[in-house]
């Protein structure tokens, strides 16, 4: 009998497995797919010469990530390779706001939009020195975070308090408005809230940004040489080497609870798999306190709270094989892993309106990913491998285009949504469609198949705006990994810090598993 089962293989069920093998636990993975990794995991499925990241490409919290870092997975064989600049956004007009590898070089690029924006850039960057190592403390530890929290709190002090306070919860465009005098800033800000679902006018959407933005200019964007899949590689071999299992095609159907403690899980083939101190579950909070643990284990404002859970916006993604770079009209695109397209700001709020009015967007905000670029090994010489996304209502009541859309995405649906997105690239790089050698669409249905996780296509595991965040994430009162069923943890981005590839939500959940305690706050509700 393991001591834990795991229920899933994502990035965070993984760290949770290594991290309580060091500590000398006996430890299985269930898997539902026939594959580990989650949303981690890249193959050759577009083109046999092409590697193509199936889900997330670029990682710039696990770059900054103490728990990926202690795990030393480079003695696994993982190494990360960085594009030559880091993210570009390019104007109608030909210019391009650049988030280079270094802040003086980013820092020139937006004085070319307005003069001393530069310098305004070099001030978001000297605010991020002071508090940003404990900024990323208290994001990579449970809530609250006493230790990161109390010295945060000192250095926000003396980086202006109150003042600094309100720029954290400041609107994106506010931010960007306040921070530059040209376009350039404001876009590099934006764009990267929009990593999320915060559109320009969400509160402390503008934090989001800065973050994302001093991720990027402190840590790049990189990737994993090889593809995602090989993150998740170095993951299952360092547990197999400690000695854990790993067991894929295997739908987990229910936490087995006795006595008010979870004592192992049952399979949807009719096994049951015993743990004997803990169950952890790397799967969302719809699904652990809706469908895998019976109600009846489970507070009444619980299941009420839950009620009201959001989910982010759903996702719709092309993957491409190119037989040759993307033909931007703005060079410096050309150099960048991640290109942001949108006519500006505004052009951002209108994207972000649309899917707030559940409608399909008529000119879609993309992430387009360009992966040969940040890594040689993705794609012969001279071509490249590449990918985007854009986001959609998770419930459509209609269509801002012209085709149509309803959201049952058969394959019409599909193949209308993927041009649209491909005629939106052609704006800003036209040629583009004919350097298309083939491609694969990754529909919001499609990708919650291939991980349950990702529900209508949600890829942050619920919305990251306030009401969902800190102690309100997964439900309020709720912003620990421990679950109301002793021996039962939450170990996925439903729980904080939410989202991206960084193993806290894991870490916590083992931390947790390892000290045994129940959350008190439950019992109370």
């Given at each position: 009998?393991?001591?834990?089962?795991?229920?899933?293989?994502?990035?965070?069920?993984?760290?949770?497995?290594?991290?309580?093998?060091?500590?000398?636990?006996?430890?299985?993975?269930?898997?539902?797919?026939?594959?580990?990794?989650?949303?981690?995991?890249?193959?050759?499925?577009?083109?046999?010469?092409?590697?193509?990241?199936?889900?997330?490409?670029?990682?710039?919290?696990?770059?900054?990530?103490?728990i990926l870092a202690d795990l030393q997975l480079q003695q696994e064989g993982l190494s990360w390779s960085h594009a030559p600049r880091v993210l570009a956004h390019p104007l109608p007009d030909g210019r391009c706001a650049v988030l280079a590898r270094g802040?003086?070089?980013?820092?020139?690029?937006?004085?070319?939009?307005?003069?001393?924006?530069?310098?305004?850039?070099?001030?978001?960057?000297?605010?991020?020195?002071?508090?940003?190592?404990?900024?990323?403390?208290?994001?990579?530890?449970?809530?609250?975070?006493?230790?990161?929290?109390?010295?945060?709190?000192?250095?926000?002090?003396?980086?202006?308090?109150?003042?600094?306070?309100?720029?954290?919860?400041?609107?994106?465009?506010?931010?960007?408005?306040?921070?530059?005098?040209?376009?350039?800033?404001?876009?590099?800000?934006?764009?990267?809230?929009?990593?999320?679902?915060?559109?320009?006018?969400?509160?402390?959407?503008?934090?989001?940004?800065?973050?994302?933005?001093?991720?990027?200019?402190?840590?790049?964007?990189?990737?994993?040489?090889?593809?995602?899949?090989?993150?998740?590689?170095?993951?299952?071999?360092?547990?197999?080497?400690?000695?854990?299992?790993?067991?894929?095609?295997?739908?987990?159907?229910?936490?087995?609870?006795?006595?008010?403690?979870?004592?192992?899980?049952?399979?949807?083939?009719?096994?049951?798999?015993?743990a004997s101190r803990a169950v952890l579950a790397d799967v969302s909070a719809p699904a652990l306190y809706g469908e895998l643990v019976d109600e009846r284990h489970l507070p009444g404002r619980l299941l009420a709270d839950l009620r009201r859970f959001q989910?982010?916006?759903?996702?719709?993604?092309?993957?491409?094989?190119?037989?040759?770079?993307?033909?931007?009209?703005?060079?410096?695109?050309?150099?960048?892993?991640?290109?942001?397209?949108?006519?500006?700001?505004?052009?951002?709020?209108?994207?972000?309106?649309?899917?707030?009015?559940?409608?399909?967007?008529?000119?879609?905000?993309?992430?387009?990913?360009?992966?040969?670029?940040?890594?040689?090994?993705?794609?012969?010489?001279?071509?490249?491998?590449?990918?985007?996304?854009?986001?959609?209502?998770?419930?459509?009541?209609?269509?801002?285009?012209?085709?149509?859309?309803?959201?049952?995405?058969?394959?019409?649906?599909?193949?209308?949504?993927?041009?649209?997105?491909?005629?939106?690239?052609?704006?800003?790089?036209?040629?583009?469609?004919?350097?298309?050698?083939?491609?694969?669409?990754?529909?919001?249905?499609?990708?919650?198949?291939?991980?349950?996780?990702?529900?209508?296509?949600?890829?942050?595991?619920?919305?990251?705006?306030?009401?969902?965040?800190?102690?309100?994430?997964?439900?309020?009162?709720?912003?620990?990994?421990?679950?109301?069923?002793?021996?039962?943890?939450?170990?996925?981005?439903?729980?904080?810090?939410?989202?991206?590839?960084?193993?806290?939500?894991?870490?916590?959940?083992?931390?947790?598993?390892?000290?045994?305690?129940?959350?008190?706050?439950?019992?109370?509700?």
């Open positions: 009998m393991p001591d834990a089962v795991i229920i899933g293989a994502g990035p965070n069920g993984l760290v949770a497995a290594n991290l309580l093998a060091d500590a000398g636990w006996s430890v299985e993975v269930l898997e539902e797919q026939d594959e580990p990794g989650g949303a981690v995991r890249s193959d050759r499925g577009v083109h046999p010469d092409y590697v193509n990241d199936l889900f997330s490409a670029f990682y710039p919290l696990a770059a900054a990530s103490p802040a003086a070089e980013t820092a020139a690029g937006l004085d070319t939009f307005a003069a001393g924006d530069g310098d305004s850039w070099l001030n978001l960057c000297a605010t991020w020195n002071r508090v940003g190592p404990d900024v990323l403390g208290a994001l990579f530890t449970p809530f609250p975070p006493v230790r990161h929290g109390v010295r945060l709190a000192a250095r926000l002090r003396a980086a202006g308090g109150l003042r600094m306070a309100r720029t954290m919860v400041l609107p994106v465009r506010r931010l960007g408005e306040e921070e530059f005098r040209g376009e350039g800033g404001r876009l590099l800000l934006a764009g990267n809230a929009l990593h999320a679902d915060l559109g320009p006018e969400a509160a402390g959407s503008g934090g989001f940004g800065w973050l994302m933005s001093m991720l990027g200019q402190t840590y790049g964007f990189p990737v994993p040489v090889g593809g995602a899949g090989a993150l998740t590689g170095a993951l299952v071999r360092r547990l197999e080497r400690l000695g854990g299992v790993v067991r894929c095609g295997e739908r987990v159907r229910e936490v087995v609870v006795r006595g008010g403690r979870a004592v192992g899980v049952r399979t949807a083939g009719g096994e049951n798999v015993p989910w982010d916006f759903a996702t719709f993604k092309v993957d491409w094989a190119l037989n040759g770079p993307v033909p931007w009209t703005a060079p410096e695109a050309a150099t960048a892993g991640t290109v942001h397209l949108a006519d500006g700001v505004d052009g951002l709020t209108q994207f972000a309106a649309q899917i707030a009015m559940g409608q399909v967007p008529d000119r879609p905000f993309i992430l387009f990913g360009q992966m040969t670029t940040a890594d040689a090994t993705r794609s012969p010489a001279g071509t490249e491998s590449a990918w985007a996304y854009t986001h959609v209502p998770q419930h459509i009541k209609g269509d801002a285009g012209s085709d149509g859309l309803t959201g049952s995405w058969d394959q019409k649906e599909q193949e209308a949504m993927a041009d649209r997105m491909e005629n939106e690239v052609e704006r800003w790089a036209p040629g583009f469609r004919s350097r298309i050698r083939s491609r694969r669409l990754l529909a919001p249905t499609t990708l919650q198949a291939m991980d349950a996780n990702l529900h209508g296509g949600a890829i942050n595991g619920g919305t990251a705006s306030a009401h969902q965040q800190l102690v309100f994430r997964p439900t309020p009162g709720a912003g620990r990994p421990e679950t109301p069923v002793k021996g039962l943890y939450l170990a996925s981005a439903a729980a904080h810090p939410g989202g991206g590839v960084h193993g806290a939500p894991g870490a916590n959940a083992a931390r947790a598993a390892l000290r045994g305690r129940i959350d008190r706050r439950f019992r109370r509700s």
